[in-house]
């Protein structure tokens, strides 16, 4: 149709997805540069070396371009951000322009052959028939899982829970299985155990000032607050439940805390709440853009963000005692500071463009990796100082969201009027090849996590979706699981492959050249 765009369009939007991707990882690769991270890593380096070396060997074979290769790379991996490190590095080859725009389209015109092939592979593959040749139950074993790390009651079986952990509920002292009536709040709290408060209570209508030497009395109403599976049990404990007494109801106090002591590294949940006051709650961890299972084993990260709920009175005082024990407070800013965001894609657009030759070949960072290492430290730098002005979570997705879109319609846009011959010349070869990319460097991993790192099936088959940045897998393996332990293999490879694998962009394009000259020579 003759559509036509200025292409700086797509070098802005390219570097707004890529800088944002940087500053969202940023705060999670630096944390798992650690042994167990570097461990997991693992995974990183074997998707990196078997899919580079397919890609390669694809290229030698059938006499790829360098534009197909970075393309099929792109696809196969299921990583977007490939296609606009290496269309970059392609625009800096010393190519005619005529010849340069014909290598990029083949990229994207790749890339939409072999993505759609690679993910549905990478799907099918990590939650159906991985656990068939590891001859295992996959909800079992993570039924399994969560029960050593701590996790009780069979309500946990869905991967998205629609009850939040943390609850209060009401009830009246009494009945004839209740132990309570005659005990004080310290004997009853002793009790309940597992992070379980009284935080209000009515006497004859009046409220009641809670207090360890208070004894509870019949008929008196209680507002308890705790984890939701511990109160369904020590529901007989008490008394009746009552559904709806909105003025003994109170309102929850939360704050968000980036974890900065580098002593609670590798510490679990249990040890963290062991340290906190009886009236404080853990209601989330999130890691990266992942909210981890709330179980006793889980191990802290630097920089997870924990959210903390208070319902006492003095909230306030116990906030301020515990936050500097965790690391520094989250501020619930829902703005964002355009000048970090116009700072770091400037700088990184200017680092990409400083050049170093080897030989007659000049190698750059490009648009892409320069404003992904800036992303990087900006990020890991806003995660020390949360509280500085910094961009809102939520604006990091749109703007990758954003970024990625208008930047592969730019070069579909240009890529239209060659796709055909693409097409054509390869046919069915492109989207097989594309399967096997996707699907050796995982059977790899597997196969390695299984035998010589002996992971739990569910973290492994998380990691295996984390290596190829697959949100769309790990959804498969949550549901096939039954529950959320495979995040915690997912979100270590992901934080790290996300950096690792947009940077083979510019090394593909280069690789794939040499090899194509080989091949025809």
Known sequence: MGVTLAPHIKTVFFALFIFSLGFAGGPQFFANLNAKGLRLGAFCLIEVVVVLCMVLAATYVLQLDPGTAAGLMAGAATESAIVGTATDAISKL?????????????????????????????????????????????????????????????????????????????????????????????????????????????????????????????????????????????????????????????????????????????????????????????????????????????????????????????????????????????????????????????????????????????????????????????????AKRPDLPTINKDALILLKDIGLTVFIACVGLEAGPQALDLLSRYGITLPLIGVAVALVPALVSLLVGHFFFKLSAPILLGAIAGQQCSTPALSGIQNAAGNSTPLLGYTITYAISNVVLPLLGPLVVALAGVVGQMARH
């Open 94 to 382: 010393p190519l005619p322009i005529a010849q340069v725009t014909q290598l990029q389209a083949n990229i994207v015109t790749a890339y939409s052959i072999t993505y759609i092939f690679g993910l549905i592979t990478i799907v099918i593959a990590t939650s159906q028939v991985f656990p068939l040749l590891l001859r295992i139950d996959i909800r079992a074993e993570a039924k399994r899982l969560w029960a050593e790390m701590g996790g009780e009651g069979d309500d946990r079986e869905n991967a998205v829970i629609a009850a939040p952990d943390l609850v209060g509920r009401i009830y009246r002292i009494g009945g004839p299985a209740s132990a309570a009536p005659g005990k004080t709040i310290a004997e009853i709290g002793i009790q309940l155990g597992d992070r379980i408060s009284i935080v209000r209570m009515h006497r004859h209508g009046n409220d009641v000032a809670i207090h360890p030497a208070l004894r509870l009395e019949p008929d008196d109403e209680v507002l308890v607050v705790g984890r939701r599976d511990a109160l369904i049990r020590i529901a007989p404990l008490l008394g009746e439940e009552l559904a709806n007494t909105p003025e003994l109801n109170t309102g929850l106090h939360t704050q968000n805390i980036v974890v900065r002591n580098k002593s609670l590294q590798g510490r679990t949940l249990l040890e963290l709440l062991s340290g906190l006051p009886p009236n404080l709650h853990i209601a989330m961890i999130r890691r990266g853009e992942q909210s981890l299972p709330l179980l006793p084993e889980v191990e802290l990260q630097l920089n997870d963000v924990i959210r903390l709920c208070a319902v006492a009175a003095t909230y306030k005082a116990a906030f301020s005692e515990v936050i500097p024990l965790i690391g520094k407070p989250l501020p619930e800013n829902r703005r964002s500071n355009i000048g970090v965001l116009g700072l770091g894609i400037l700088l990184g657009i200017f680092l990409g463009g400083l050049s170093v030759r080897i030989g007659d070949t000049p190698f750059s960072a490009g648009t892409g990796g320069g404003a992904l290492l800036t992303g990087l430290l900006l990020g890991w730098y806003g």
